[in-house]
């Protein structure tokens, strides 16, 4: 009976359990003592001024020359142009009008910089701060302010991701309850949360139920962490699913002209999204907007992504500002690495770990500045240079994580959130 319940439902639910379980047995048989110590950190963290945070990241390795850092008149710059922005001394592309008129609201790290020009090390990382191990694997940032942070009211998860997951850290070696939930498309939202109308929602609780029944020898038998995670995620998200909060995953409550406003491609809709969802307490957003890795044709191809950049991440600050919710809302964006300042034989720019750019903006952020400096051809840091776990830390520190404490893992050692990373406090307000 129980393998032939509500398709659609289940569907939900098997795909949630499913991704947010991760890769591995490893990541989630957590000892207590890694629940113990979360629950002292909840108890004793310092409340930042970040109550959510909307995580932009650019997948693929966005060219920092090309957006944030330009080099006006420098070989290095090819054909894009540098526009000033409302703060003086700052220059962005000027196919960036919109974050250009807001940078009194941001604050630019130039100076960024790692020591690896692979997408799947770089990616993991910058979500992460720790180097990709086969041993274990770590949390991003948002499975760490589940776990340290206390949870909001309400049945809304406390960790989303808009986009595609390939590659994700997830919740690591911490619980999958935490793990973000999954969103492919923003303009679809949660998929398979209704019932089909031949089964009535007391039908669909019994068959719950039996199957809760079934399962208990197999539990007593081997009293599995592992189990009991796959069965936290189950509840969170049949609780979710019978949730009048729900309606906050459908943009299309948002009228037309606001829509369009953020742009209609899957970053704009992405943004849009989350706005809700940190309107609505969810603490942790990211948004993935992937294919910045250009080695041919640069010129001709960002652009155009570059435009959808503005008009989303504009959008987004604007409403943010317009609502308030700016001075509790930390927004950043992020990228693994840099592109080269030579632009290749393909008119592209290839993967350039030397030195890139990221955006903060928000609660807890000194806006209209700019921290490190790359040289004269965007090569590598001249001042300040920052790194991953720097940049998380500052992030970590907005939020009022406890930077300090030590968080053991299943195989025994101890961790801090942002490894040792120290936060760059010239930004932090």
């Given at each position: 009976?129980?393998?032939?319940?509500?398709?659609?439902?289940r569907?939900?639910?098997?795909?949630?359990?499913?991704?947010?379980?991760?890769?591995?047995?490893?990541?989630?048989?957590?000892?207590?003592?890694?629940?113990?110590?979360?629950?002292?950190a909840?108890a004793?963290?310092?409340?930042?001024?970040?109550?959510?945070?909307?995580?932009?990241?650019?997948?693929?390795?966005?060219?920092?020359?090309?957006?944030?850092?330009?080099?006006?008149?420098?070989?290095?710059?090819?054909?894009?142009?540098?526009?000033?922005?409302?703060?003086?001394?700052?220059?962005?592309?000027?196919?960036?009008?919109?974050?250009?008129?807001l940078?009194?609201?941001?604050?630019?790290?130039?100076?960024?910089?790692?020591?690896?020009?692979?997408?799947e090390?770089?990616?993991?990382?910058?979500?992460t701060?720790?180097?990709?191990?086969?041993?274990?694997r770590?949390?991003?940032?948002?499975?760490?302010?589940?776990?340290?942070?206390?949870?909001?009211?309400?049945?809304?998860?406390?960790?989303?991701?808009?986009?595609?997951?390939?590659?994700?850290?997830?919740?690591?070696?911490?619980?999958?309850?935490?793990?973000?939930?999954?969103?492919?498309?923003?303009?679809?939202?949660?998929?398979?949360?209704?019932?089909?109308?031949?089964?009535?929602?007391?039908?669909?609780?019994?068959?719950?139920?039996?199957?809760?029944?079934?399962?208990?020898?197999?539990?007593?038998a081997?009293?599995?962490?592992?189990?009991?995670?796959?069965?936290?995620?189950?509840?969170?998200?049949?609780?979710?699913?019978?949730?009048?909060?729900?309606?906050?995953?459908?943009?299309?409550?948002?009228?037309?002209?606001?829509?369009?406003?953020?742009?209609?491609?899957?970053?704009?809709?992405?943004?849009?999204?989350?706005?809700?969802?940190?309107?609505?307490?969810?603490?942790?957003?990211?948004?993935?907007?992937?294919?910045?890795?250009h080695?041919?044709?640069?010129?001709?191809?960002?652009?155009?992504?570059?435009?959808?950049?503005d008009?989303?991440?504009?959008?987004?600050?604007?409403?943010?500002?317009?609502?308030?919710?700016?001075?509790?809302?930390?927004?950043?964006?992020?990228?693994?690495?840099g592109?080269?300042?030579?632009?290749?034989?393909?008119?592209?720019?290839?993967?350039?770990?030397?030195?890139?750019?990221?955006?903060?903006?928000?609660?807890?952020?000194?806006?209209?500045?700019?921290?490190?400096?790359?040289?004269?051809?965007?090569?590598?840091?001249?001042?300040?240079?920052?790194?991953?776990?720097?940049?998380?830390?500052?992030?970590?520190?907005?939020?009022?994580?406890?930077?300090?404490?030590?968080?053991?893992?299943?195989n025994?050692?101890?961790?801090?959130?942002c490894?040792n990373?120290?936060?760059?406090?010239?930004?932090?307000?």
């Amino acid at each position: 009976m129980f393998n032939q319940f509500n398709p659609y439902r289940r569907s939900f639910m098997a795909d949630a359990a499913t991704r947010f379980l991760g890769v591995s047995f490893a990541g989630f048989a957590a000892s207590r003592s890694i629940h113990s110590v979360a629950q002292a950190a909840q108890a004793t963290a310092a409340t930042g001024k970040a109550k959510s945070v909307i995580y932009l990241y650019m997948s693929g390795a966005m060219s920092h020359l090309d957006t944030f850092d330009p080099k006006p008149g420098a070989k290095s710059q090819g054909e894009t142009k540098a526009g000033q922005t409302r703060v003086p001394g700052i220059q962005i592309t000027d196919k960036m009008p919109k974050l250009s008129y807001l940078m009194n609201e941001i604050a630019l790290v130039r100076s960024l910089t790692t020591l690896t020009g692979d997408h799947e090390q770089g990616n993991y990382l910058m979500h992460t701060s720790f180097t990709q191990l086969n041993s274990i694997r770590h949390p991003a940032m948002g499975a760490w302010a589940a776990h340290a942070l206390p949870k909001k009211p309400g049945s809304l998860p406390s960790n989303v991701l808009i986009g595609t997951a390939a590659g994700h850290p997830g919740s690591g070696f911490l619980p999958a309850s935490i793990a973000p939930v999954p969103i492919s498309n923003a303009s679809v939202g949660l998929e398979n949360v209704k019932s089909p109308s031949y089964l009535a929602d007391d039908q669909f609780k019994h068959r719950m139920s039996l199957a809760n029944q079934y399962d208990q020898t197999f539990k007593r038998a081997y009293d599995s962490r592992l189990i009991e995670a796959y069965d936290q995620t189950y509840r969170e998200a049949v609780k979710l699913m019978s949730s009048p909060e729900l309606k906050v995953f459908d943009i299309k409550q948002e009228d037309e002209k606001t829509r369009k406003l953020y742009g209609e491609d899957a970053l704009g809709q992405g943004c849009l999204l989350a706005r809700r969802l940190v309107e609505a307490g969810v603490r942790f957003v990211e948004v993935e907007f992937g294919s910045w890795d250009h080695h041919q044709d640069i010129f001709n191809r960002a652009p155009k992504m570059v435009e959808n950049l503005d008009n989303a991440l504009g959008a987004l600050i604007r409403d943010l500002k317009i609502s308030g919710l700016l001075k509790e809302t930390l927004v950043v964006l992020a990228t693994e690495f840099g592109r080269t300042p030579i632009i290749n034989e393909n008119a592209g720019r290839d993967h350039h770990p030397g030195v890139f750019s990221g955006l903060l903006c928000g609660a807890g952020i000194r806006g209209g500045a700019v921290y490190g400096k790359s040289d004269e051809l965007g090569r590598s840091p001249a001042e300040d240079s920052v790194q991953p776990p720097d940049f998380n830390a500052t992030i970590a520190k907005a939020m009022g994580l406890p930077l300090e404490q030590e968080f053991i893992a299943p195989n025994g050692r101890p961790f801090k959130i942002c490894d040792n990373g120290e936060p760059i406090t010239k930004l932090l307000a």
